[in-house]
């Protein structure tokens, strides 16, 4: 059985939508079978560790974009198992999630970065979700992706599956 794990931090709820939603797609193309083909596993930033990461076939790595850098957490996680799984996942896919207010581009670039150093290969372009949120009140309110964004990270996942499922990564 192959294994996609969901890595992911939130503070208002967007990106927890984006790699909950991921889930879905992906356990839903993976199939009823007991076991099934595919297990899915979405583990927030600060649960997991090297040990996951290496027992994974594929990633989603989900964060916010907070003061134009990943979030703090999700660094937190790349910075305890960067060197501990470092040349052991040559090759395996991924993807990359980013929760924005507005902009999103750093948090993408030093994931899309980690990710070259780690020699994973882009099973799909990163993806960033704008919140439009500006003003503080904005950014400090709790966060409802829309369907059609919500849809396009189901289908991600959903790929994600059934590539592994096939042995197509
Ligand atoms: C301290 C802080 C800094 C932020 N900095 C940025 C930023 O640099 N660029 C941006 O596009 N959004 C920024 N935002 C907005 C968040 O990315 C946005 O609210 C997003 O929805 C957060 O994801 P979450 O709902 O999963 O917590 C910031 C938010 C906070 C709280």
């Known amino acids: 059985m192959k294994t996609l794990l969901i890595v992911y931090h939130t503070m208002t709820g967007g990106t927890a939508q984006m790699a909950q939603a991921t889930a879905a797609g992906a356990r839903a193309a993976a199939g009823a079978?007991?076991?099934p083909a595919v297990q899915v596993r979405c583990l927030r930033?600060?649960?997991a560790g090297p040990e996951d990461v290496l027992a994974a076939d594929a990633y989603v790595f989900a964060t916010p974009e907070?003061?134009?850098s990943m979030a703090g957490l999700m660094k937190d996680f790349f910075d305890r198992c960067y060197y501990p799984v470092l040349d052991r996942l040559n090759g395996r896919p991924y993807a990359a999630l980013v929760c924005a207010?507005?902009?999103g581009q750093q948090a993408l670039r030093q994931i899309e970065r980690i990710?070259?150093?780690?020699r994973l290969q882009a099973a799909a372009p990163g993806r960033i979700i704008c919140t439009r949120a500006q003003t503080p009140e904005d950014i400090l309110r709790p966060k409802i992706i829309e369907p059609a964004q919500l849809q396009a990270c189901e289908?991600?996942?959903?790929?994600?599956a059934e590539g592994l499922a096939l042995g197509i990564f």
């Open 115 to 118: 990710a070259t150093g780690w």
């Open 33 to 35: 079978g007991d076991p």
């Open 66 to 68: 907070n003061l134009a």
């Open 101 to 103: 207010g507005s902009d």
């Open 45 to 47: 930033a600060g649960e």
């Open 155 to 160: 289908e991600l996942g959903a790929a994600l």
